[in-house]
């Protein structure tokens, strides 16, 4: 067996546990808004074009009749909802890398470097300081963070982990996301179509290199990187006064259309491509691809699947999309990632699947709506941001 260094040796997903369904999160959002506001009319239908039934929360209150601390009035401030971040991250993405660890047959201290990628959060130590004890890393781990990147991050986090695990070195990549800590009750179609697509979660990836003793989940090929002439007003992240604001133009999917077949004609060499793993920025978004990859019905099926059922979880969704593809794909079949964010960025790596044989699927967490120890946390996270 030829022994490849660029390799994911083992992948997890995790999900918070309150449960958000689509229709609720339209009702409790336009409840926020006086009675005879257009939101009111207007939010069930963007809701419902979204493509999403239900995605996950670190924080409960998108039930009608029961607002949150994140639907309070006045809304709550960006420094009430780094204080949520600063909380809740550490816990998803610990648990996003114990699953990673365990899928790679790997103790923590056999990490030499981690890289945490996270767009939905800013505090110092971060979630990276906090893993190093949580998980039991050793104190002399090397740490990257990849923050404020957005949609993308994903691919620039395993690119440093690349790097990063060379001569039979061993990287932790972890992406986690808090979106739904940045609601905004404003009106715009820019904070309905968010609220409407984005969810929490987290999904971590064991790099190294393979061996008969531990072999490749996935092998990684060449990554590509692009940003978009004249992107950037169309598709960006600012921080506002109460939490961070998303700017989403309903031109996004014609930009991307523009330059993707060109983007994709390297990765895609060498052979036929059995999987494609799309970040699932929205329905218009996949859309758009299928039509210019020429995909048959179905092609997308693990990105639209991963959107219906969580959301788009920023950074973290390309690798939960991965998650879904890799229980079907035979050993060698060939795959491509490909992932949409701020700039306008176009971000794409070639893989093939490896031997190991374990599948891998997206975690589930339990919801948390029956459990005392949730409604306490709900409590202390409506003192937090009051």
């Given amino acids: 067996m030829t022994a490849h260094a660029d390799t994911i040796l083992g992948l997890a997903t995790a999900l918070p546990p309150h449960v958000v369904s689509q229709s609720d999160a339209a009702r409790a959002l336009a409840d926020w808004f006086p009675a005879g506001h257009p939101v009111r009319q207007t939010a069930p239908r963007v809701f419902r074009l979204a493509a999403v039934d239900e995605r996950r929360s670190v924080v409960d209150g998108f039930r009608p009749g029961r607002p949150g601390p994140l639907l309070a009035h006045p809304p709550p401030s960006t420094a009430a909802r780094m204080a949520l971040y600063a909380r809740h991250a550490p816990t998803l993405a610990a648990r996003a890398a114990r699953g990673a660890l365990a899928a790679a047959a790997l103790r923590a201290r056999d990490i030499d470097h981690l890289v945490l990628v996270t767009c939905t959060g800013l505090v110092a130590p971060g ?16 740490r990257t963070v990849i923050g404020f990147m957005g949609c993308h991050g994903a691919f620039n986090g395993l690119r440093v982990a690349r790097a990063a695990a060379r001569d039979g070195r061993r990287a932790l990549l972890v992406c986690v996301e808090l979106c ?19 969810g929490d979660g987290a999904a971590a990836a064991v790099i190294g290199r393979e061996s008969r003793a531990r072999p490749a989940l996935v092998r990684l090929g060449r990554g590509a990187s692009r940003i978009e002439p004249d992107g950037g007003d169309h598709m960006a992240w600012e921080i ?53 990859l020429g995909l048959r019905r179905g092609g997308l099926a693990a990105s639209r699947a991963a959107l219906r059922a969580h959301g788009n979880l920023s950074s973290a969704t390309v ?42 699927v997206p975690a589930a967490a339990p919801c948390a709506r029956v459990r005392d120890a949730a409604d306490a946390a709900d409590t202390a996270d409506t003192a937090a941001v009051h």
Wanted: with cysteine; proline share 8%.
């Fill in 319 to 360: 690798l939960f999309v991965l998650a879904r593809e890799l229980p079907r794909l035979a050993e060698g079949e060939r795959g491509v990632m490909l992932g949409f964010g701020p700039g306008l960025t176009l971000e794409g790596a070639a893989f093939e699947r490896g031997p190991a044989p374990v599948p891998v």
């Fill in 180 to 198: 739904s800590l940045h609601v905004q009750p404003d009106g715009s179609r820019d904070a309905l179509v968010s609220a409407a697509l984005f």
């Fill in 240 to 292: 506002g006064d109460h939490g961070f604001r998303m700017r989403l133009s309903s031109y996004v999917p014609r930009l991307l259309a523009a330059d993707l077949a060109s983007f994709v004609t390297p990765l895609a060499a060498g052979g036929e491509v059995a999987s494609w793993c799309v970040h699932p920025g929205g329905p218009a978004i996949l859309a758009q691809v299928e039509g210019v």
């Fill in 127 to 142: 979630p990276d300081v906090a893993l190093v004890e949580r998980l039991g890393l050793r104190r002399d781990v090397e």
